[in-house]
């Protein structure tokens, strides 16, 4: 049993002691560590291999005049592969003119009037207000570029419309658009295109009801009596 827990502890120190070198010496299909892209452009677009996965452009990559922003936000220290998760950003961030005007750009809470500057958000998209009494959370939208109220209307980006809708929206896989579903979720109107022949002759039937009853009260003065006071109450 020696022999043997004395090899196992020269391998635990060796590995200790070394590890660097090991990882130099290993010839492993790891990770890529330095980003490259095969654009010949400037990386202003999600085509971009660097930029499409939230990397800024390196040494290695063979591009002219680089404008991918990412490198931006690694100049700021944002940790730019963690900002990349956010659609929203992903679906503006290759479209700003001035992004270090954006990041730098003083974002007011509705709730206190207190100033946040995005790059201090980033990554992520949820901000406290910083005022003691409040804390209330706010949320960056990339496409409306305002805070919204994270806790009563949260931001709904489409990631496959590209753009922020309404908090209660959703996307329609059937016509391919996002719509109004309401707090409930109700299905999208395009599933609900049958002709209602029906209805329509109904609420003319109420009409031509209504009509006749007008025609026939006498008391006309009476009844917009009624209706004036109602406007009072
Ligand atoms: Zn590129
Ligand atoms: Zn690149
Ligand atoms: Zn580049
Ligand atoms: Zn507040
Ligand atoms: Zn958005
Ligand atoms: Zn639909
Ligand atoms: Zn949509």
Redesign the pocket.
């Given at each position: 049993m020696a022999p043997k827990r004395a090899a196992v502890d020269a391998e635990q120190q060796t590995a200790g002691k070394a590890p660097a070198k090991l990882k130099t010496k290993r010839k492993k299909p790891s990770p890529p560590k330095a980003p490259k892209c095969g654009c010949k452009g400037d990386c202003r677009s999600r085509k971009c291999g660097c930029g499409k996965k939230g990397e800024a452009c390196g040494d290695s990559c063979k591009c002219a005049g680089c404008k991918n922003p990412f490198n931006i936000l690694k100049e700021y220290n944002i940790d730019c592969v963690a900002a990349a998760q956010d659609k929203c950003l992903m679906d503006n961030i290759f479209k700003i003119e001035d992004l270090r005007g954006r990041l730098e750009q003083r974002l007011r809470t509705e709730c206190c009037g207190r100033a946040v500057r995005l790059k201090n958000m980033l990554p992520g998209t949820i901000t406290q207000c910083n005022c003691p009494d409040c804390g209330h959370e706010w949320q960056y939208s990339w496409c409306s570029h305002e805070l919204v109220d994270w806790e009563s209307r949260p931001r709904n980006h489409c990631g496959i419309c590209h753009r922020c809708g309404d908090y209660r929206d959703a996307h329609?896989?059937?016509?391919?658009?996002c719509?109004f579903a309401g707090m409930s979720g109700f299905?999208?109107?395009?599933?609900d295109r049958r002709p209602n022949p029906e209805g329509d002759l109904g609420s003319i039937g109420i009409f031509m009801k209504w009509a006749m009853q007008y025609l026939a009260g006498d008391d006309s003065d009476g009844l917009s009596d009624d209706s004036e006071d109602e406007d009072f109450i």
């Open positions: 329609c896989q059937k016509c391919n658009k719509y299905e999208c109107p395009c599933q």
